[in-house]
């Protein structure tokens, strides 16, 4: 079997676990929220207010897409370490990185697959389907999209440091993304939100967003991707060696 195939492997058995039917239908609550506030601005009497972008920043960037993205993340690789199934994966001579790809191709493919849809759906509901509201709710989902995989690159890299990383995951997100990154002046260059909102405000019609982060948001978000999923790799290769011992 080659490398290539291995991967596929990995990534097929990571897609089973993870679709498990209370976690998927607890996802697709979570990930169904904007889309009850936009019926429900629907379905409100009198002028329609003008909630697209806070909804979209605050409630799905802030808050919605980094837990999901945490529950797949964690659990892609975290559950097999804590229980043992692991060692079997980890004692082949397969390299770390190809471990990893999987998993985070799984994890984050699985989160944008919920939340893109989402966003457009709640965009459209909230919004409508002006052209500068459809800009704005497009500009948005791209974020999503990349903001699954740099989230969940970050979590399948915690799982694999430490067996709380469900529980510090959901303070980084709670914390840091979601309270103390834009508050704080010079962070923004190391938080994803500021990363994802610097992609919108390049993409959605001008003054919609303001970031200071600004285009370099798609190059950040590329090197975290990067250096995470580097991390990972090597921590794995590490916990290989004390199982060994």
Partial sequence: MNLLDVMLTI????AR???GRRRTILMLLLAGAPVLLGLLVQLGSGPRPRALVPTLDGVLITSVLPLVALVFGTASLGSELDDGTAVHMLTKPVPRWA???PKLA???????LMLFPSTILA??????TAPDEMAVTFAFALAVLIGSFVYSAIFVALSAATSRGLVIGLG???LWEGLLSGAL????IVSVREYLRGIVSVIAPPETLESVVGGTGFVLAA????VVTIVAALRLARYEIRAAE
């Fill in 11 to 14: 990534g097929s058995v990571t």
């Fill in 17 to 19: 676990s993870l679709l």
């Fill in 99 to 101: 471990i990893v790809l």
């Fill in 106 to 112: 799984v994890a984050g493919g699985l989160t944008a």
């Fill in 123 to 128: 965009g459209v509901l909230i919004g409508g």
């Fill in 172 to 174: 980084y997100s709670l």
């Fill in 185 to 188: 002046p010079g962070t923004q």
């Fill in 223 to 226: 090197v975290a991707i990067v």
